[in-house]
């Protein structure tokens, strides 16, 4: 029984680590910073299309489909576009053709969400703090 237990803690204490991202006192270094861009081309229909854009808790930024797809290469149209910023030391930051230019605000966490119109071209999404660290791109082809 003392086995069961044992084994039960320990595992219990592996979730907890992986559910707290491995500690890290928040402090920005070199070591900590990750970036996350698309990895995986998925093209998606854009008539009423929905894209998931993350930020923090950590150094990650992303931009993915739905169904939690890095996005690569979108087709051209209308998408909702349901941003999870996770800390108040970062923002989510999308500019791109077309006037495309929304953003959440540093100090603010949350969920946000807005409408864009994706054209054919780059589009750019960055934590404006961390810029040169925290950044990705997609393309949108017809």
């Known amino acids: 029984m003392t086995s069961t237990r044992l084994a039960l803690a320990t595992l219990l204490a592996a979730g907890a680590l ?11 270094s070199a070591t900590e910073t990750e970036t996350t861009t698309g ?8 008539a009423g299309g929905a894209l998931l854009g993350s930020v ?11 169904t939690r797809q890095a996005v690569d290469t979108l ?22 053709p ?7 605000s540093v100090g603010g966490s949350g969920e946000e969400s807005f409408q864009v119109e994706l054209e054919p071209g780059t589009y ?14 997609f393309e949108v082809s017809p």
């Open 98 to 104: 077309g006037g495309v230019d929304v953003s959440t």
């Open 75 to 96: 087709a051209p149209g209308s998408y909702a576009l349901d941003v999870s910023d996770k800390s108040s030391a970062h923002n989510f930051h999308l500019t791109g």
């Open 56 to 66: 923090g808790p950590g150094f990650e930024i992303s931009v993915t489909t739905a």
């Open 39 to 46: 990895t995986a081309t998925e093209t998606v229909n854009g």
């Open 18 to 28: 992986v559910a707290g991202g491995c500690g890290g006192g928040g402090e920005e």
């Open 124 to 137: 750019s999404f960055v934590c404006d703090p961390h810029a040169s660290t925290m950044n990705g791109s």
